[in-house]
Nanobody
């Protein structure tokens, strides 16, 4: 059974930092493309950052230069380092996995990040 377990989010002030983690189990981590999405209240879910199985990262324009996505296959863990947070970063953040060995996509449960102004 595939599981994506995200770390708890929280409340942070504008300009602050936070790191999210997502532990993946039940599939071959090294064969997976991974990503972080977010969904703000009343808005559609959007891609924040992605990282391929080979380690190539891409970012949404709104977070480029502030967020860093990384992965560690020895720990089956995906991270999202978020710096210089802004109120518009407030959203529920979701871990996403494209498990190529299983041919399926999986989502984490979501974690709330609130940035106060």
């Amino acid at each position: 059974q595939v599981q994506l377990v995200e770390s708890r989010g929280g409340l942070v002030q504008t300009g602050g930092s936070l790191r999210l983690s997502c532990v993946v189990s039940g599939s071959t981590f090294s064969l997976s493309d991974l990503a972080w999405y977010r969904q703000a209240a009343g808005k559609q879910r959007e891609l924040v950052a992605s990282i391929t199985s080979g380690g190539t990262a891409t970012y949404a324009g709104s977070v480029k230069g502030r967020f860093t996505i990384s992965r560690d296959s020895s720990k089956n863990t995906l991270w999202l380092q978020m710096n210089t947070l802004k109120p518009e970063d407030t959203a529920v953040y979701y871990c996403y996995q494209m498990a190529w060995d299983l041919g399926r996509r999986f989502w984490g449960q979501g974690t709330q990040i609130t940035v106060s102004s």
